[in-house]
Nanobody, 116 residues
């Protein structure tokens, strides 16, 4: 499985961005796909996750009212819609995929910078 993340950039606080994760290769329907982020000096954290086949989604409490994860199976693409961005959302965002909570496949990351 290959993953290509895109959509990062510089945005002012309160603004929005939509990240995209294009997947290719042998994608199995039961694979989970998640968005992680890592800010400088901080540990990587899972922001949101879903499953290619549908079902439930997970969104971290820290972003629950602002971020939404969605997918377009026809395009093999998962999105992370980020609204009302805050400076503390500044990080490199990665998409990853795997079985359950084991993410074996990782994209290259896209930088999100939120200015105050």
């Amino acid at each position: 499985v290959q993953l290509q993340a895109s959509g990062g950039g510089l945005v002012q606080a309160g603004g929005s961005l939509r990240l995209s994760c294009q997947a290719s290769g042998r994608i199995l329907s039961y694979y989970a796909i998640g968005w992680f982020r890592q800010a400088p000096g901080k540990e990587r954290e899972l922001v949101a996750a879903t499953v290619w086949s549908g079902g439930g989604t997970y969104v971290a409490d820290s972003v629950k009212d602002r971020f939404t994860i969605s997918r377009d199976n026809a395009k093999n693409t998962v999105y992370l819609q980020m609204n009302r961005l805050k400076p503390e959302d500044t990080a490199v965002y990665y998409c990853a995929s795997g079985v359950g909570d084991t993410y074996d496949y990782w994209g290259q990351g896209t930088l999100v910078t939120v200015s105050s």
